[in-house]
């Protein structure tokens, strides 16, 4: 049997990260992404995403946060208030309370928002670039989290994805392992507690990021995966008991940073967005009836996208994608078609190596606003929706120094989406409740 809501509420749910730096900056790992193997940067990224898919399911995601189960993205930041395209002028003190901190992975990037016992409440799941395990805080009706959990994996878990793969009701996780060329899938108790026999699944090198999603129509989540140094796709059938076949590889463009499933078309199956971090790229491969994927087509998107993300920002039905680039500072928005395809990008300024992009309702308009951690600055830029796919000018939050990723949703159920950021190097995440006026 299939829990509906976990089908439409995180089918597309990821979070992923990249240790590799975007070509043309000099972060901490001294610039590009030739480095083989990995390691320099612990950390450059995450992001998280989702919204977008319920289009898998048949539904548009919907910009709101509230419904509980959704894990929407967003942004936030700290302190900064009152200018004018504030999500939040009227207040004096600006749209989040204080940040309240959790300890997680040093090289923190990936977080999800979900409810993974089902009491109503999300709860927190972090990737980590430099370690093992997964870590998961369960969310509290106040908002507030328990200390974190810790679930081993086989090996730097920089992309994380959910879904109900044994078809139990509860959300399962995968991790994308970026040191072992491994996806892991962890089985959930449903009670925020995963089963021990973890299972890894051979994917492509430097795997990054992952997604899940029904690929072939026969009702069973499938997994897909992000390969850098393959630069490939890998797709994983599911068989609805939790078990995986046998990965497909699938060419997109040059060093593919991150994936997401949407079912862009609106044919019942699940497609695919990838970000290629070397193309300056989006590659869409469209399922087939018949199994597998047409030939990708591509959209030219920022410098080096980091990031892919999706939703109905403009509410006409159609799925639409975002990218985010941390060389070019800004989001790509690609609005969709009834046919599945893209129209051509067009670029939003975000701040100093904007890292990740979250589409999620802040200001509580019904529209679509969108987060983005900006890792070079500190800062969270807020771009509010105008709700036909244009954004205004970013207002920015201060956040911990190095943000890289963000997941977003109503933690303490009032009815205004909140929002998760991962600070690299802290090894925190700082969780903002909004206090946008309803
Ligand atoms: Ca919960
Ligand atoms: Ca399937
Ligand atoms: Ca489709
Ligand atoms: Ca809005």
């Known amino acids: 049997m299939k829990s509906w809501w976990v089908v439409v509420g995180v089918l597309a749910a990821i979070g992923c990260g990249s ?34 898919d319920a289009a898998s399911a048949g ?21 900064s208030g009152g200018t004018s395209g504030d999500p939040c002028s009227t207040t004096s003190q600006g749209a989040f309370e204080e940040p309240v901190s959790y300890t997680v992975g ?31 805080l369960m969310g509290k009706a106040d908002g507030r ?12 878990p920089i992309g994380i994805a959910v879904g109900d793969l044994d078809e139990d009701g509860h959300p399962d996780l995968v991790a994308a392992n970026s040191g072992t060329a ?97 193309s300056n790229t989006l590659s869409v491969l469209i399922a087939k009836v018949s199994g597998g994927f047409a030939d990708p ?37 690609l609005l969709g078609s009834a046919s599945g395809s893209l129209q051509a990008a067009k670029a939003y300024k975000a701040g100093s190596r904007a890292y990740a992009v979250a589409p999620v309702d802040l200001d509580g308009d019904g529209k679509f606003d969108l987060a983005v951690p900006n890792r070079g600055i500190g800062t969270l830029s807020v771009l509010v929706g105008k709700g036909d796919g244009s954004f205004k000018a970013p207002v920015t939050h201060a956040v911990c120094e190095t943000p890289t990723s963000v997941a977003a949703g109503d933690f303490n159920g009032d009815g205004r989406n909140d929002l998760a950021v991962t600070c690299q190097g802290d090894g ?11």
């Open 19 to 52: 240790d590799k730096e975007p070509k043309g900056t000099n972060g901490n790992g001294g610039g590009g992404d030739v480095s083989a193997g990995g390691g320099s940067d612990p950390g450059a990224a995450g992001g998280m995403s989702a919204a977008g």
């Open 59 to 79: 539904a548009s995601a919907a910009p709101g946060g509230a419904g509980g189960q959704r894990a929407a993205a967003g942004t936030g930041g700290g302190m």
């Open 106 to 136: 040093n090289a923190a990037g990936p977080i999800l928002a979900v409810d993974l016992d089902a009491d109503g409440h999300l709860d927190l799941v972090a990737g980590d670039g430099s370690s093992k395990p997964i870590r998961v």
């Open 145 to 156: 989290f328990t200390p974190a959990d810790e679930y081993p994996t086989t090996e730097n």
């Open 182 to 278: 491994l996806v892991t899938v962890l089985l959930a108790n449903g009670d925020g507690t995963f089963k021990s026999n973890a299972a890894d699944y051979t994917v492509g090198t430097y795997v990054n990021c992952t997604t899940t999603g029904d690929f072939n129509g026969d009702g069973h989540l499938d997994v897909a995966a992000s390969n850098y140094y393959s630069d490939n796709v890998s797709v994983l059938l599911g068989n609805g008991d939790g078990t995986l076949k046998t990965s497909v590889a699938y060419e997109v463009g040059r060093k593919p940073q991150a994936v997401t499933a949407v079912d862009l078309n609106r044919d019942g199956l699940a497609d695919l967005a990838v970000a290629n971090g070397d």
């Open 297 to 333: 087509v591509d959209r030219a998107v920022g410098t080096s996208p980091w990031w892919v993300a999706s939703a109905d920002l403009d509410s006409d039905g159609s799925p639409d994608v975002l990218t985010v680039s941390p060389v070019s500072d800004n989001v790509s928005v």
């Open 428 to 438: 925190v995440v700082q969780v903002l409740l909004n206090r946008c006026p309803k």
